[in-house]
């Protein structure tokens, strides 16, 4: 890309976190992830390049390991005209979500990532005319906790998303509660997959985006405007379904279209199109913990039925889940193992703060710090080195537990598809698709206090406000105290 001929005009707003904000090109199959940053709280150009380097290096260095070549796309930083970049900033202003303005997109460095647009197939460079269709989804942590620091048992029972909700419903954050468990979504098992991803349909949250040629359709563009009209959808993907039956209508047609969808999304989510160096490393068994979460819908509907035991096939080893899984279980000893660990490294760096940057708490992220991943002994030395390794672990797991899946799809008739590209059939359909992941940024290393206190709180949370008011004699006990913060403990 030019960088000198850039016209704001050939950019429209794609769409941002928390972190940064997107734009993509009306032609070219490319996007510029800016970073954001609080009013007044600008950091140098210097800063701004040095954190977009780190970006791109742990994205090269480190993600790619844990999950493949194909699947990561670490983009390149690019130095933009800052007149350029002022008037885009200018001309996305109105399109952004008001919830997002919290924070202000840089304009200042004329820093920015260059990366390839997801929401596309990945083997072509051009907006091409064939209809394209997007899958985004954030599944967040799919494991329940197995450490044996746990202090609660209700976090061997029930699932950090399952149990957020409650919070987050209560802090008016959304609407209403999802029935997405994550745990069901990372099962393999093919019916808990359905479920956990038809609940995604149901209350999309900022778990789930549909794009149609690059143009967002279905999900949340801010927490209070979110398309959850499952007709409308179905209108928008019949085309792709079902391109030669114009007569289907009515809600049969937007089940079956719907039903449709959540196959396809299953069996690309199951499919391995990549292999990976930390794919042989033997990270954690995924038999480790409960497999299932006592929250999740779909077991409690289980429970009702007389059915006891829920079934998790397990994933196949290869499917981007598989990844993303084993990445979050580098997360061994859960916040509270991990915690003690981080203040050891707090007070080791108070005495010696030049130690710093040999230790990498910041980067340089390239192949040694990847190389200190690698250790998953679990027995605590007592030395700084294996508090080091378990933070940054700790910080891989966090990044996993937060990043998106992209799943892009494009109908092809049978000759066209190749062998080089993975298909997937739907009733009428076949598909040529790419699955990628994106916001591989490692979390902060300062973040790991907030982990900690935002972890007491949503299980507090849970216990007092949703599983106290499921069990009687719990709930007597709050009643009779109502400040009581404090956890009761199983007697
Ligand atoms: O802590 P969580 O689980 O609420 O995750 C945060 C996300 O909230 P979510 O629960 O997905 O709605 C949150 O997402 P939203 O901004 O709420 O869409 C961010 O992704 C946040 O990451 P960062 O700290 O900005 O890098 C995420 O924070 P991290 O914990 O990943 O740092
Ligand atoms: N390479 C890409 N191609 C297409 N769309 C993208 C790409 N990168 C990001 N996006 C879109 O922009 C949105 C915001 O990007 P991203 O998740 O990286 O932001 P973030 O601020 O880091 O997120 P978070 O709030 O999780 O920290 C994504 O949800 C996705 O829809």
Not at 13 to 24: A, R
Not at 129 to 149: A, D, M, N, V, W
Not at 310 to 315: A, F, Q, R
Not at 424 to 453: G, N
Request: aromatic residues 8%.
């Amino acid at each position: 890309m030019e960088a000198e001929k850039m016209d704001e005009n050939e950019w429209k707003y794609h769409g941002e976190g928390n972190q940064s904000l997107v734009v993509s090109h009306c032609q070219r199959c490319v996007v510029l992830r800016f970073l954001k940053s609080p009013p007044n709280q600008n950091k140098t150009s210097e800063e701004i390049l040095h954190h977009l380097q780190n970006i791109v290096d742990f994205g090269k260095h480190v993600m790619k390991q844990f999950f493949g070549e194909n699947y990561v796309h670490h983009g390149e930083i690019i130095q933009l005209p800052l007149d350029f970049v002022r008037q885009l900033c200018l001309k996305i202003q109105p399109e952004r979500p008001e919830s997002r303005c919290d924070k202000d997109m840089d304009t200042l460095s004329g820093y920015a990532m260059c990366l390839p647009n997801l929401t596309r197939l990945q083997t072509f460079r051009f907006v091409e005319p064939r209809p394209i269709l997007c899958i985004e989804i954030k599944p967040k942590c799919g494991f329940i906790p197995f450490s044996s620091h746990v202090s609660q048992e209700i976090k061997h029972k029930v699932c950090r998303y399952c149990m957020h909700q409650h919070l987050k419903v209560a802090n008016g954050k959304w609407k209403r509660p999802s029935k997405y468990c994550p745990v069901d979504l990372f099962s393999g098992n093919k019916q808990r997959m359905h479920f956990a991803l038809k609940s995604l349909l149901q209350e999309a949250q900022n778990n789930l985006k549909i794009f149609k040629n690059g143009e967002l359709i279905y999900g949340c563009k801010d927490d209070q405007e979110c398309s959850s009209d499952w007709n409308e959808l179905a209108r928008h993907l019949k085309p792709f379904f079902f391109p030669s039956n114009g007569l289907v209508s009515g809600p049969h047609c937007t089940r079956t279209i719907v039903k449709e969808l959540i196959h396809v999304i299953t069996l690309t989510l199951l499919s391995s199109t990549d292999a990976c160096r930390a794919g042989d490393m033997k990270t954690v068994p995924v038999s480790q913990g409960r497999s299932y979460c006592e929250a999740s819908a779909f077991n409690k509907e289980l429970v009702r039925n007389g059915k006891h035991k829920l079934e998790s096939s397990g994933l196949p080893r290869g499917c981007l889940l598989y990844k993303t899984l084993q990445a979050q279980m580098l997360d061994m000893l859960d916040i509270e193992g991990l915690y003690p660990l981080y203040n050891r490294v707090e007070q080791y760096l108070e005495e010696f703060p030049e130690e710093r940057s040999t230790l990498q708490i910041d980067g340089p992220y390239n192949e040694a710090f990847y190389e200190k991943l690698l250790d998953l002994s679990t027995e605590d030395d007592g030395t700084i080195a294996f508090a080091l390794t378990k933070v940054q672990q700790y910080r891989i797991a966090m990044t996993a537990k937060d990043c998106s899946i992209m799943i892009a799809l494009s109908p092809c008739l049978q000759d066209e598809c190749s062998e080089q590209r993975p298909v997937v059939l739907a009733s009428k359909t076949r598909f040529t698709f790419s699955v990628s992941v994106l916001d591989l940024d490692l979390k902060p290393y300062e973040s790991i206090p907030h982990q900690y206190k935002l972890d007491g709180k949503i299980v507090n949370y849970y216990l007092k406000n949703v599983q106290a008011k499921d069990d009687p004699v719990m709930s007597s006990l709050f009643k009779e105290n109502e400040d009581c913060t404090l956890v009761l403990h199983k007697v």
